[in-house]
């Protein structure tokens, strides 16, 4: 087991200049920091204010310091959900394009209910001990919610992902997802112009990154469109512009050939997993070769696409507790037999799973989300979900947790200040009751949830009931 030692004159130099009062040394828990180095028994973390002071086992204590006895609890970097929208609710009527239950709800209905559960979905998260998430696509409902939260203490870092940016014209934009709230959520295109236009906007916007899709979703219609569109040029142009702002490319890809072309046009990382067939040898070499990340999205196809329609949920107590009233509710609500889609994804979960162990084992980089607010998948609490399925398909806990915290801030670009219990880093962490490498279940068992270096109790971030 290695163990990494911050020294007596690293955190005596950070703290030189500031005053003892706002310090805080959490004592006696056992460390994992996020890095993938191995835990760190009998570990003190030092924090000053927002930010970590030093993490390790020869840390010197300020006098005049706060000491928080954690002795017998588990310490791990806050989890990070590379994977959100806000526009969606997880309830049973927010994708009317997956299941059309708007005669139960109507669209405009669930629109108005997500907009005024905002502070609940940002609290679901903390409760769930997401301190930070990626949005990844969607209306002006994604930016705006990223102001409400850094405007609110229990509330995550939110990082925008501009996008979707899409090769399609706009009547087949409008299709897939219909305008929310008057607005287009996707950002079509069938330009190189069109393509740079999105992203100067992202741009303009202040967003973190560049989401792009490259999926024919089983439609012949949307592949003869993307192949018209010359996709991969389309997906070179937002790459090129989207490096001259200093902003990395994340894709949408559920189909291996897709995928591969998308990592060619320069794509950072790629989300959901390739699911139409084995990944080959010659895939995992390139995807190592340019250091790309892979986030498998693994829950969402037994979740949406089987327990909503058997009934048969495998909840989790997080799902129970921490997400927002009326979402795991709506899950009762009967639903239209499964069309062509929805049986696609249910065969191609096994392809799923086995091909995220697959990259694992290669050596690939993965990080861990959710796609959050799609149909079953609740706000915070899914992170869990995610975790045990990727568990299940054979990715250890010590890497998962790896993955959901610094992989998953590299997602975003944010891995210099997010992701892992170091100092310099925002001092945004879990402690535990229970030892999540014995059980990554254990992640679960949430005393304290600490963001930017304010500690709150589990029950206070509670969604209002």
């Not at 005053?19 to 959490?26: F, I, K, L, P, S």
């Not at 994977?83 to 997880?90: A, K, R």
């Not at 502070?119 to 409400?148: I, K």
């Not at 992203?199 to 792009?212: F, I, M, P, S």
Request: aromatic share 8%.
């Amino acid at each position: 087991m290695t163990v990494v030692r911050w020294t007596v004159a690293l955190a005596c130099s950070l703290l030189a200049g500031y005053g003892h009062a706002d310090v805080t040394a959490y004592q006696g828990a056992t460390l994992i920091d996020g890095t993938h180095r191995g835990a760190i028994e009998n570990a003190t973390v030092l924090v000053e204010g927002d930010r970590f002071v030093a993490a390790g086992t020869d840390v010197a204590v300020p006098e005049g310091a706060k000491v928080v006895d954690v002795s017998g609890k588990w310490i791990v970097p806050g989890l990070i959900d590379s994977h959100v929208h806000f526009m969606t609710s997880g309830r049973m009527y927010t994708r009317p394009a997956f299941f059309d239950l708007t005669d139960k709800v109507p669209y405009e209905e669930e629109i108005e209910w997500i907009k005024t559960h905002i502070p609940d979905t940002l609290r679901a998260n903390m409760c769930s001990g997401v301190t930070s998430v990626v949005s990844l696509g969607g209306p002006s409902l994604e930016y705006n919610t990223r102001d409400l939260a850094a405007r609110t203490h229990a509330a995550p870092t939110v990082f925008i992902g501009h996008g979707v940016i899409a090769p399609m014209p706009e009547f087949i934009a409008e299709q897939m997802i219909p305008p929310w709230d008057g607005e287009l959520t996707l950002k079509p295109g069938m330009s190189v112009d069109a393509a740079v236009a999105h992203v100067q906007e992202a741009v303009a916007r202040g967003a973190d990154l560049v989401k792009t899709a490259v999926d024919n979703r089983g439609s012949r219609m949307i592949s003869a469109l993307l192949w018209y569109a010359d996709w991969r040029e389309f997906q070179q142009a937002v790459v090129a512009e989207a490096a001259k702002h200093g902003l990395q490319v994340t894709t949408h890809a559920h189909a291996l050939e897709y995928a591969r072309g998308a990592v060619e046009a320069g794509a950072a990382s790629l989300q959901h997993i390739p699911a139409d067939q084995p990944v080959d040898q010659a895939f995992i070499d390139l995807l190592k070769a340019n250091e790309v990340i892979v986030v498998p999205t693994l829950a969402i196809r037994k979740r949406t696409f089987i327990e909503l329609f058997t009934k048969e949920l495998e909840l989790l107590p997080i799902e129970r507790s921490c997400s927002v009233p009326g979402v795991v509710e709506s899950w009762d609500e009967p639903v239209p037999p499964a069309d062509d889609q929805s049986i696609r994804y249910r065969v191609q979960g096994a392809v799923a799973a086995a091909n995220a162990r697959a990259l694992f084992e290669g050596g690939v980089a993965l990080a861990v989300a959710t796609d959050t607010g799609m149909i079953g998948i609740p706000a915070g609490s899914g992170m869990h979900l995610e975790l045990r399925d990727m568990h299940r398909a054979g990715i250890p806990a010590d890497y998962l947790i790896h993955a959901a915290t610094f992989n998953s801030a590299r997602i975003a670009g944010k891995e210099d200040e997010y992701g892992s219990v170091e100092a310099g880093k925002f001092a945004d962490f879990l402690v535990l009751g229970a030892d999540p490498l014995a059980d990554i279940g254990n992640l679960q068992e949430i005393e304290w949830v600490i963001k930017h270096g304010k500690a709150f109790s589990q029950s206070e971030l509670l969604p209002v009931q």
